[in-house]
């Protein structure tokens, strides 16, 4: 399938881990890469006018980074050209001298012995340059302008020399070619790791030689518009491979696999495997570090595509321990397979996450009506409880004679005010007791400034009751304690008319009183 999605102009399939439905990636045409997969960059630089003659100012680096090729021509043609310019040189003093009419005349003492045509002049320059020294042709003492030229050939031949090979051996000791046995695989991948979705990728190293201080960097480049509606071309964004952990500082003795966290803080954050095949977009990653045999800085570079970025997929290991060893098999470095992955982006399930359950969340509203419901009722369910319990001669019995009467009489009236009161909208208590003592006396004084106090009053106090109810006193008494003791019953509740106060026996209003 990796082979498939390198083809560009034809249909592949992206892994889908319900395996229920796959999505079939439109047709895409090849573009251009910022960064091939061998590292070269794509960028020609044209227009330049004027800024040529910058090149003319760094000459040896111009040198040094043109081609095997154009090094090479330069290097003949300048040799070439200095040789012939300076055998011309000798053969003009010949020329100018008379020694070539007097070449094989023994009495005559030229300029330059045995010079007397220009291949001679050549070879007597070439045998000089060279430090070859045959010793058939030499300079004699009677020609002071052959002295001068000897000097200035020196000079200059030390000058290219130095210039040319100092240029040949920078080039040939560049670590470019470290960077060859530096290997990259062929696709990333997006997987979970950790219970983290993350993009992955895979380097290794050819060679026994460490790259020493091996750091690697990550670059998305891809196309964006500003708010404002500035266009940046190309844009580049730094991808976060470790850098704060120290995970980017890599001991590159077996292949390892770098991987980008995608968090909120990435710009892959909203990538799912949908959005994946719209996307257009390239992932530059640079290795560099230095050469352990030569000391010099090596850089390593490639590229990864959309296309080239496979969702749901994992690299297949490649160590394995030997008998004394561990053993790296190379031949299954860019292998991958496939592994369940969830298809939505991380913000998709951020979002999924943040969301409040309606079966496991409560509605509040619900909760504070249910609450003041079951404090509305709760008078009567005591009432009906105390019943029980009294017919059944549990606590009844330990009840003072005057309490029971009351409760025998009044349950019925009691029971139908409470049920009228619950129904109201207003705040209203469920008992004597569940009021203050300072409300009890303000119903009992009529008046309309009254009732207003009362109302402002009733306002503050609000759902949770402020006092305990004589329910809630007569429950107390059931529970822990086995000795007769007298519990209050519910009163008739707060009407508008009178106090309720006087239809309390006398020790619930003492006891109210001590409250």
Not at 229 to 246: H, K, R
Not at 371 to 393: K, P
Not at 451 to 460: A, G, P, T
Request: charged residues 20%.
């Amino acid at each position: 399938m990796a082979a498939l999605r390198r083809k560009f102009g034809e249909d592949y399939q992206v892994v889908n881990t319900n395996r229920a439905t796959t999505f079939s990636a439109p047709v895409k045409k090849k573009r251009q890469r910022f960064v091939d997969k061998n590292g070269r960059c794509n960028v020609q630089h044209g227009n330049l006018g004027g800024e040529t003659s910058r090149y003319l100012s760094d000459l040896f680096t111009t040198l040094v980074d043109l081609k095997w090729r154009w090094n090479l021509l330069i290097f003949i043609l300048t040799y070439t050209i200095a040789w012939l310019v300076m055998a011309s040189m000798w053969w003009i003093i010949a020329y100018i001298r008379g020694d070539l009419n007097h070449g094989h005349d023994s009495s005559y003492t030229p300029c330059v012995a045995n010079v007397y045509n220009f291949p001679s002049a050549f070879l007597f320059f070439i045998e000089t340059e060279a430090t070859i020294g045959y010793g058939y042709r030499y300079i004699t003492e009677k020609c002071p302008e052959g002295i001068i030229l000897f000097l200035f050939q020196s000079l200059l031949g030390s000058i290219v020399d130095a210039f040319l090979i100092g240029c040949m051996f920078i080039k040939m000791s560049q670590p470019k070619k470290r960077a060859e046995t530096l290997m990259f695989s062929q696709d990333a991948v997006i997987s979970q790791r950790d219970g983290k979705l993350c993009l992955m990728f895979r380097v290794g190293n050819l060679r026994n030689s460490h790259m020493v201080s091996a750091q690697i960097r990550c670059k998305l480049i891809k196309s964006r518009q500003t708010p404002e509606g500035e266009f940046l071309p190309l844009d580049q964004c730094e991808l976060d491979v470790g850098f704060g952990t120290g995970a980017d500082q890599l001991f590159l003795v077996s292949p390892l696999t770098i991987c980008h966290e995608i968090n909120p803080k990435s710009p892959f954050f909203d990538l799912s495997q949908r959005s994946l095949m719209n996307e257009q977009f390239e992932i530059v990653v640079i290795l560099e570090g230095i050469v352990e045999t030569t000391g010099m800085t090596c850089q390593a570079r490639t590229s990864y595509t959309e296309d080239e970025v496979l969702w749901g997929h994992r690299f297949l290991p490649v160590m394995s321990l030997e008998e004394g060893f561990f053993r790296v098999d190379y031949s299954q470095f860019h292998s991958t397979f496939e592994v369940p992955t969830p298809p939505y982006s991380v913000k998709e399930h951020e979002e999924k996450n943040s969301l409040p359950s309606p079966l496991s969340t409560p509605t509040p509203a619900l909760t504070e009506s249910h609450g003041t419901r079951r404090d509305r009722v709760f008078s009567v369910d005591c009432i009906n409880t105390s019943e029980e319990r009294g017919r059944h001669g549990g606590t009844g019995g330990r009840l003072p004679s005057k309490l029971q009467r009351m409760s025998s009489s009044g349950k019925e009236d009691l029971q139908r005010k409470v049920l009228m009161l619950s129904s109201q909208h207003s705040e209203k208590a469920c008992s004597t007791g569940d009021l203050p003592l300072k409300l009890q006396r303000l119903s009992s004084s009529p008046g309309p400034e009254v009732e207003d106090r009362l109302q402002l009053k009733s306002l503050k106090v609000g759902f949770e009751p402020m006092t305990q109810s004589t329910g809630d006193l007569y429950q107390r008494s059931l529970a822990p304690t086995l000795s007769p003791a007298p519990v209050p019953m519910h009163s008739p509740l707060l009407s508008a008319g009178g106090r309720p106060e006087d239809n309390l026996p006398a020790k619930l209003r003492k006891m109210n009183a001590d409250r």
